[in-house]
């Protein structure tokens, strides 16, 4: 499927080709929600890397690499020597063990997702991982193209959103449950097998 993205301003237009365009996957990381979501998650559709084409303002695209996303503190098991948590530290006052809980922050998502946005507008555009090369990730929210309309929808990384953001909280809840779908973590399935299953796979 063809797809024409743009930002708000209009500096900034490109094309992209999708085998996967309808966007039904809502991200509730503390990223998204802080960089795109003012609903309190943001959505990303997947498209072909090499089918990307800037049209115009090229000169206008600034990159941005977001800090990994933590959750925490939590207990580390072990030491950095190897000793465990629950063992007790020699420090003592007034005679009484003082017991040793070393924490650490939980990395929840990790950073090196580069996120292309307008300098002028600040429009976030896509994202690029170098893990998955072959791909970008257009914000569904920049394409001017019309979207299929997803019959579910997943709500993904419930581990990381706030409570007034959660769609499981029964204000935002719909009638149909069976449409949606809830995560604490990413789904099993790939964005490709879902729009397989689906039948709106895009050859």
Known sequence: MDL???????????????????????CYCSICRKLQGGSGSNINIMAVAESLRIIQGEQSIKNYVAL??????????????????????????????????KQRM??????????????????????FD???????????SAIDT?????????HIKLNSTTQWADPRNPVYRHANETTQCFFDDYPDSAIIDWHKKHGHYVD
């Open 130 to 140: 170098s893990d998955y090369a072959d791909n970008i990730y257009p914000f569904a």
């Open 146 to 154: 019309d979207l299929p309309v997803p019959e579910v929808t997943y």
């Open 68 to 101: 990994p996303e933590t959750r925490g503190p939590a207990k580390l098991d072990h030491d950095i020597d190897g000793s465990n948590d629950d063992e007790t530290t020699k420090a003592k006052e007034g005679g009484q063990s003082q017991r040793s809980a």
């Open 4 to 26: 024409q993205g743009s930002c708000h301003c209009g500096q900034v237009k490109f094309t992209c080709i999708s085998h996967t365009p309808v966007p039904y996957m809502l």
């Open 106 to 127: 939980v990395v929840t998502r990790k950073a090196g997702y580069d996120r292309k946005f307008c300098m002028t507008c600040g429009s976030y555009l896509w994202g």
